[in-house]
């Protein structure tokens, strides 16, 4: 025979469910559907080929469709959280410190962790090994590819760091552009229309280039493909974090819970699709927080004070 007790925690257990149950149907019929912004940091075939796995799995974790958006630019991203329309982002570092900086309600949950241990990366500058040049000093005069405003290795890395050494990015180069992607600079470099290019690096076998390669779209004048020995790093940044995958903070904080575990737990429910995201060179997507991220805010601040004061 059941005792008051035993009644009264039962009922208690069977309120508690039912709350919970309310809850999640609750915030399921104000997002019946997400959508993940994804910076463009490769052409659009391919970005979509390693993040709509990653859509499709995340929609299995919450319980609601989420559908995946390539942004044009970096910006796109930034607008899209906070007009609401993408409650999960991609970002870059200095796109997650721009939005922040800009207003946006937005908190960092996870960031790739590298088969070497590491959650981040460097900002380098690319020549033509062929190319006369073996610094940065002997690129005065000549054509940068830079990736986007909102790039980190692509754009506000570089400035900060070479405006460090006495370097300002504008004068110093007889003139440089915004190509896009990390891709399209790099293509700029491969075609000779850049004489460098700023962009993302890991390790020796590990950056933006190597995929590149890997994937066979790099060729040289004759349409043999180009190789690692066709380019030289004559510059690198110091250490910076990983581009964080974000959530709104407005969203309630039982669906936060379940997309950064999702997130965190990837590497463990879905191996293969997970490897697609680095074509296996990365280990698992961990815990991140906003404070790991304030080096790069204040970088992108003291940028934005250098163009202020020009």
């Known amino acids: 025979m059941l005792s008051r007790r035993t009644l009264l925690g039962l009922a208690a257990a069977a309120l508690s469910f039912t709350a919970t149950a309310s809850y999640a149907q609750d915030w399921k019929a104000q997002y019946p559907e997400l959508t993940l912004a994804v910076i463009p940091a490769e052409n659009a075939s391919t970005t979509a080929d390693r993040y709509q796995p990653l859509a499709d799995y995340i929609a299995k974790q919450v319980g609601v469709?989420?559908?995946?958006?390539?942004?044009?630019?970096?910006?796109?991203?930034i607008e899209a959280q906070r007009a609401g329309f993408a409650q999960i982002a991609?970002?870059?570092?200095?796109?997650?410190?721009?939005?922040?900086?800009?207003?946006?309600?937005?908190?960092?949950?996870?960031?790739?962790?590298?088969?070497?241990?590491?959650?981040?990366?460097?900002?380098?500058?690319?020549?033509?090994?062929?190319?006369?040049?073996?610094?940065?000093?002997?690129?005065?005069?000549?054509?940068?590819?830079?990736?986007?405003?909102?790039?980190?290795?692509?754009?506000?890395?570089?400035?900060?760091?070479?405006?460090?050494?006495?370097?300002?990015?504008?004068?110093?180069?007889?003139?440089?552009?915004?190509?896009?992607?990390?891709?399209?600079?790099?293509?700029?470099?491969?075609?000779?229309?850049?004489?460098?290019?700023?962009?993302?690096?890991?390790?020796?076998?590990?950056?933006?280039l190597t995929r590149m390669l890997n994937r066979g779209i790099l060729k040289k004048d004759d349409g043999t493909p180009m190789t690692k020995a066709d380019f030289r790093v004559i510059y690198k940044t110091a250490f910076l974090p990983e581009g964080p995958y974000?959530?709104?903070?407005?969203?309630?904080?039982?669906?936060?819970?379940?997309?950064?575990?999702?997130?965190?737990?990837?590497?463990?429910?879905?191996?293969?699709?997970?490897?697609?995201?680095?074509?296996?060179?990365?280990?698992?997507?961990?815990?991140?927080?906003?404070?790991?991220?304030?080096p790069i805010v204040d970088m992108v601040k003291f940028n934005d004070s250098l163009n202020k004061s020009q």
Do not use: C, M
């Open 90 to 208: 991609f970002y870059g570092p200095a796109s997650y410190a721009r939005a922040v900086i800009t207003g946006v309600a937005t908190e960092p949950v996870a960031v790739s962790r590298h088969n070497n241990g590491l959650t981040g990366y460097y900002s380098v500058i690319y020549v033509k090994a062929e190319s006369p040049y073996k610094t940065v000093a002997d690129l005065k005069g000549k054509k940068l590819a830079l990736v986007d405003p909102n790039s980190t290795s692509g754009n506000n890395a570089p400035r900060f760091g070479l405006h460090k050494d006495g370097i300002d990015i504008d004068s110093f180069f007889g003139s440089n552009f915004y190509a896009g992607s990390h891709d399209n600079a790099v293509l700029a470099l491969a075609q000779g229309t850049a004489d460098a290019a700023a962009n993302s690096w890991n390790s020796e076998d590990d950056s933006n």
């Open 65 to 77: 469709p989420v559908k995946l958006n390539i942004a044009n630019d970096y910006a796109a991203v």
């Open 246 to 294: 974000a959530v709104l903070s407005s969203l309630p904080d039982d669906l936060k819970k379940k997309i950064a575990t999702a997130l965190t737990d990837y590497s463990k429910n879905d191996k293969a699709d997970f490897d697609k995201l680095s074509d296996g060179k990365d280990i698992e997507l961990a815990p991140i927080s906003a404070k790991d991220y304030q």
